[in-house]
Nanobody, 119 residues
Framework: QVQLVESGGGLVQPGGSLRLSCAVS???????????MSWYRQAPGKERELVAA????????NYADSVKGRFTISRDNVKNTVYLQMNSLKPEDTAVYYC?????????WGQGTLVTVSS
């Protein structure tokens, strides 16, 4: 059974940084490398939105305009993990952040991790 588990959320002051991790278990390194990985977020009262996407191989990363230049998505195909480095955080970045893994045969989500940006 494939599982996605996010971690790294928490309370941070405006201007601070956090690194989110999403560990994918139940699949081989090879299968993980075939997944396109993405981070989404959902703020209270708002729809879930794409934050950053990373293709399985080749291609280029994709970021929401609101996070370009501040967030960086990366993956470690040895650890079956995808990361989201978030810098210069703003109060409007407050949301539950979800990890998504997708392929031709699979579309899975983690349980989410809460990020709160507040002074």
């Amino acid at each position: 059974q494939v599982q996605l588990v996010e971690s790294g959320g928490g309370l941070v002051q405006p201007g601070g940084s956090l690194r989110l991790s999403c560990a994918v278990s139940g699949v081989s390194r090879y299968i993980f490398s075939l997944y396109a990985m993405s981070w989404y977020r959902q703020a209270p009262g708002k729809e879930r939105e794409l934050v950053a996407a990373l293709p399985s191989a080749g291609g280029s990363t994709n970021y929401a305009d609101s996070v370009k230049g501040r967030f960086t998505i990366s993956r470690d195909n040895v650890k079956n993990t995808v990361y989201l480095q978030m810098n210069s955080l703003k109060p409007e970045d407050t949301a539950v952040y979800y990890c998504n893994a997708r392929s031709n045969w699979f579309d899975g989500w983690g349980q989410g991790t809460l990020v709160t940006v507040s002074s």
